[in-house]
T-cell receptor, first 109, second 114 residues
Framework: RKEVEQDPGPFNVPEGATVAFNCTYS??????FFWYRQDCRKEPKLLMS???SGNEDGRFTAQLNRASQYISLLIRDSKLSDSATYLC??????????FGTGTRLQVFP | EPEVTQTPSHQVTQMGQEVILRCVPI?????FYWYRQILGQKVEFLVS????????KSEIFDDQFSVERPDGSNFTLKIRSTKLEDSAMYFC????????????FGPGTRLTVT
């Protein structure tokens, strides 16, 4: 089983739509969780950390379900500029980042 | 806003040659990393470095790879004898102590081995 699994997509959504991505992780001892964003042929950029209580940053909401080993990212009111690959990232007991393969989002006008 | 920088942006080399990829981490950061991403695949951890020594390395980071912090600002990755399968994007990252799990990535060096 892969350490971090994501639906690769692509998700094609119109501007203004709400879209949700899911991610599962295999190691129940995982400690920290993040969503990164990666534009084509660019570096990953930290979008937000994910906390057990859930957290929101503007149009973005992240949720963590430790019992199901599941992380989600919700994007409301999608913009064209949201088009990118969204990477689910997990940390176990050291500080190396374990990446999923990413979910590609394409927002169209 | 401070950022991680990397040079060169693109390096083409022949199989068997040595390459050195260079990174300048964010100035007050103390923890440094190299990751790589083969085209179309996920980002993979290579090595972490703190206090002038390797903290952790992956299976990919075999004895063909080495890292060094030759001065107070640069952090380098050396591949001694490149193979075709080393072709990838190599990302350097750094982090500070206040937010221990937030790593900031450089723009990457695209390595092409022919």
């Amino acid at each position: 089983r892969k350490e971090v699994e994501q639906d690769p997509g692509p998700f094609n959504v119109p501007e203004g739509a709400t879209v949700a991505f899911n991610c599962t992780y295999s190691n129940s001892a995982s400690q920290s969780f993040f969503w990164y964003r990666q534009d084509c042929r660019k570096e990953p950029k930290l979008l937000m950390s994910v906390y057990s209580s859930g957290n929101e940053d503007g149009r973005f909401t992240a949720q963590l379900n430790r019992a199901s080993q599941y992380i989600s990212l919700l994007i409301r009111d999608s913009k064209l500029s949201d088009s990118a690959t969204y990477l689910c990232v997990v940390i176990y007991n050291t500080d190396k980042l374990i990446f999923g393969t990413g979910t590609r989002l394409q927002v169209f006008p | 806003e401070p950022e991680v920088t990397q040079t060169p942006s693109h390096q083409v080399t022949q199989m068997g040659q040595e390459v050195i990829l260079r990174c300048v981490p964010i100035s007050n950061h103390l923890y440094f990393y190299w990751y790589r991403q083969i085209l179309g695949q996920k980002v993979e951890f290579l090595v972490s470095f703190y206090n002038n020594e390797i903290s952790e390395k992956s299976e990919i980071f075999d004895d063909q790879f080495s890292v060094e912090r030759p001065d107070g600002s640069n952090f380098t990755l050396k591949i001694r004898s490149t193979k075709l399968e080393d072709s990838a994007m190599y990302f350097c990252a750094s982090r500070g102590q206040l937010k221990p799990y937030e790593q900031y990535f450089g723009p990457g060096t695209r390595l092409t081995v022919t």
